[in-house]
């Protein structure tokens, strides 16, 4: 039973309760633990809860829910603390923090795992990597499990594998009534249903079952340099060969800065430049063979797509991404790399100030674009590219000028908006989460909010509010 110094004032009464029944670490303001715990990844949110509950398991999780319930104060889930508009932290209220909660079961036998809500994705991937399986998963090993699948789920794999929802087989979830039920296909099929895309809206996932697949150890997969002057160029051949490349390649391209890592020699560091980045989920000679044409076009200037675990290509983009940095991202499916798409991601690629600011465009198609459209909540199978256009300071000095360029390239790029992941959203609005889904997907969550959180108790998040 641990101890916590905050004065919650009225709520005494209610906390003193939750500490009888609360195991794990209870942390407020007074506690030197306190600044560790309630900051986030994104640097640029600065929130003071007034209750962090670091949780040990189910019981912690339905106890704390109960205390937000009945005290009314504003509640946060917190699973890897990645939200990029900061929805695992607030301001005043309780923080349900799922952090200790790290059990991960692979069973290699039936290529299935389960995975508890604090598991971020490294530590996933090498658990399941030791018996060369994998999972569709995101592409920074300190995303959180539990948030990037429940907003659908896009990574190296997907093309291969689809959409992290599609591997998942069925989740235990704490309710706002504070039950614990399972979704699955034969179970509560309903909720199945919109966990797989509708984020944190119904409750509190407290463990995942996810399929698993024969992925490496080994992959062919890396990044493959050009200057900035021939993105025009790269980008319409990069169009007309990736139209043609299996499902298990998937590419992403990248207009930024090239950053100071150590794989990029130093005179390249700074350069503006265009990167298309590869990951074969196959056997590696055949990647190779593949990703060839790319590689001799117009002689590039670094090129590191090579053979490489799994593991090691998994870990790419953690030093572009690391906590604390202040991160602004606006996001938006387009249905192709139209001449007009890729004229307005040059024109505004050059632009490109900041050091760790970027424009990101997600290779989607093969395996996503095969399930049903109904099948999950999640919405945009038919996407040919996903954006995410990234304007990012390592402090708050350059950030307002970096925000405002990343609104920019969005807004000139919004003739050709066709939906947006939900997962890259920043706080935009109802409307804009209606976009996400789309009309009649947005109703049948909206009636699913009605029965399982009727009182919008879980509204940290992309909300789906129940009125």
């Known amino acids: 039973?641990?101890?916590?110094?905050?004065?919650?004032?009225?709520?005494?009464?209610?906390?003193?309760?939750?500490?009888?029944?609360?195991?794990?670490?209870?942390?407020?303001?007074?506690?030197?633990?306190?600044?560790?715990?309630?900051?986030?990844?994104?640097?640029?949110?600065?929130r003071y809860p007034a209750l962090v509950a670091r949780c040990g398991g189910v019981a912690d999780v339905r106890a704390a829910v109960a205390y937000a319930?009945?005290?009314?104060?504003?509640?946060?889930?917190?699973?890897?603390?990645?939200?990029?508009?900061?929805?695992?932290?607030?301001?005043?209220?309780?923080?349900?923090?799922?952090?200790?909660?790290?059990?991960?079961?692979?069973?290699?036998?039936?290529?299935?795992?389960?995975?508890?809500?604090?598991?971020?994705?490294?530590?996933?991937?090498?658990?399941?990597?030791?018996?060369?399986?994998?999972?569709?998963?995101?592409?920074?090993?300190?995303?959180?499990?539990?948030?990037?699948?429940?907003?659908?789920?896009?990574?190296?794999?997907?093309?291969?594998?689809?959409?992290?929802?599609?591997?998942?087989?069925?989740?235990?979830?704490?309710?706002?009534?504070?039950?614990?039920?399972?979704?699955?296909?034969?179970?509560?099929?309903?909720?199945f249903w919109g966990l797989r895309g509708g984020g944190g809206n119904f409750g509190i996932v407290t463990e995942f079952e996810f399929r698993l697949h024969p992925v490496g150890p080994i992959v062919f997969a890396g990044p493959i340099y050009w200057p900035v002057e021939d993105a025009p160029a790269v980008l319409r051949f990069y169009r007309e060969w990736v139209s043609q490349v299996p499902d298990e390649l998937m590419t992403m391209v990248v207009l930024r800065k090239a950053p100071a890592v150590s794989f990029i020699p130093p005179e390249l560091h700074g350069r503006p430049v265009v990167t298309v980045l590869c990951c074969y989920a196959g056997a590696p000679d055949d990647g190779e063979r593949i990703v060839r044409p790319l590689r001799a076009f117009r002689s590039p200037l670094l090129d590191r797509c090579q053979p490489k675990s799994y593991v090691t290509h998994q870990a790419t983009f953690d030093p572009a991404f690391p906590h604390g940095w202040w991160y602004y991202f606006r996001a938006c499916d387009v249905a192709e790399l139209s001449d007009e798409v890729i004229d307005v991601v040059v024109e505004h690629g050059t632009r490109i100030v900041s050091l760790i600011t970027s424009i990101a465009l997600f290779q989607m198609g093969g395996a996503v674009a095969r399930v049903g459209e109904s099948e999950t909540a999640f919405d945009g199978r038919a996407a040919g590219f996903t954006l995410n256009i990234n304007g990012n300071s390592q402090t708050a000095a350059g950030f307002e000028a970096e925000r405002e360029w990343a609104r920019a390239c969005w807004s000139a790029l919004e003739p050709h908006h066709a939906g947006v992941y939900v997962n890259f959203l920043m706080e935009e609005g109802e409307e804009r989460i209606r976009q996400a889904y789309g009309p009649e997907k947005y109703e049948r969550l909206k009636s699913l909010k009605r029965t399982y959180d009727p009182a919008n108790l879980f509204r940290q998040n992309q909300n789906i509010p129940p009125d």
């Open 1 to 46: 039973m641990s101890t916590v110094t905050t004065d919650l004032g009225p709520d005494r009464i209610a906390l003193s309760e939750l500490r009888e029944a609360f195991k794990g670490d209870l942390i407020g303001p007074g506690d030197h633990a306190y600044d560790t715990h309630r900051r986030i990844w994104n640097g640029s949110i600065d």
């Open 69 to 191: 319930r009945e005290t009314g104060l504003p509640l946060a889930v917190r699973g890897g603390g990645h939200s990029y508009p900061g929805h695992s932290v607030c301001d005043g209220g309780i923080v349900i923090d799922l952090g200790p909660m790290k059990g991960i079961r692979v069973d290699p036998v039936s290529h299935t795992a389960r995975v508890q809500a604090g598991v971020l994705w490294g530590e996933l991937d090498r658990e399941t990597q030791a018996f060369g399986l994998a999972t569709t998963g995101g592409i920074v090993t300190h995303t959180g499990v539990a948030g990037l699948t429940l907003g659908g789920g896009i990574g190296w794999l997907h093309r291969k594998l689809g959409l992290t929802v599609d591997q998942l087989l069925s989740a235990d979830l704490v309710t706002a009534g504070g039950d614990l039920v399972t979704a699955s296909a034969m179970q509560n099929s309903d909720l």
